[in-house]
């Protein structure tokens, strides 16, 4: 007769094998229907309808505060990093025009670009608000999922054109009543024997400022996208947390 003991231990291990192949099938059957679930309609719907809103939240956020930064007196002008720079038709000649005496005229300009690019921007607010509503689930999974400036770079593609157009009037505007174009034209000319060769290059004044302009509130847009997605404390809401939290 069989040791009682060998088939008692035999019996054991049949037990001890069927339950942890029922466990592994448990566990199995669990994932799948979890998987099954989180593949549903509604669970789709609800994950996007969060990371839109979260990005829809951010970018209001970053565009807000890019917005109001520059879109102020000394906005660009008081930053080192925001300040538009003087064409380089004006920078070739600056010592000749200052020991000209030209000097005033030169800072006073400067600064005029400054003052048009700033009185300009506020206009941004709206066209950028237009573009956070007509944000796609595509476009959000997108950006939540690429690079740092991603938010930024589908604003630059998405209000760009339109905020040029918007913006070059109200330059324009600004710097006709100040008279800069002829501050500028004058410089020019008075530019000695580089007058010639500095007038084939000379920028238009309008144009010039308005590109300027944007490049540097998509730069502040950047700085903001990049301070959501890598600093928990600039994630000021709920839903900014758990869509920029998980990533």
């Not at 400067?110 to 476009?139: C, G, M, W």
């Not at 100040?178 to 144009?207: C, E, F, H, T």
Request: aromatic share 6%; with cysteine; glycine share 8%.
């Amino acid at each position: 007769m069989p040791n009682q003991s060998l088939m008692a231990g035999a019996v054991g291990l049949m037990v001890a094998c069927g339950a942890a192949a029922a466990e592994t099938d448990w566990k199995g059957m669990a994932q799948q229907a979890m998987e099954q679930m989180a593949q549903s309609p509604q669970a789709s719907q609800l994950a996007d309808a969060e990371i839109v809103q979260g990005l829809r939240e951010a970018l209001a956020k970053g565009t807000r505060s890019a917005v109001l930064e520059l879109g102020k007196a000394d906005g660009f002008w008081a930053s080192d990093r925001f300040r538009i720079p003087l064409p380089k038709t004006i920078t070739k000649a600056d010592t000749l025009l200052r020991a000209g005496g030209y000097g005033p005229q030169i800072d006073e300009l400067h600064l005029s670009f400054n003052r048009a690019a700033e009185q300009s921007v506020p206009i941004a607010a709206d066209v950028f608000a237009q573009a956070v509503q007509k944000l796609t689930i595509a476009d959000a999974r997108n950006i939540l999922s690429g690079a740092p400036d991603a938010a930024t770079e589908y604003f630059r593609k998405a209000t760009g054109e339109t905020l040029a157009l918007q913006f070059k009037p109200l330059v324009a505007k600004v710097t006709a009543g100040s008279g800069l174009v002829q501050q500028y034209d004058r410089m020019i000319a008075s530019a000695g024997p580089l007058a010639a060769a500095l007038a084939g290059q000379k920028a238009d004044v309008n144009d010039y400022v308005t590109r300027k302009a944007l490049n540097r509130l998509f730069l502040r847009v950047a700085d903001e996208e990049k301070a959501i997605r890598s600093n928990p404390a600039a994630r000021t809401s709920e839903i900014l947390k758990k869509v920029f939290g998980n990533k």
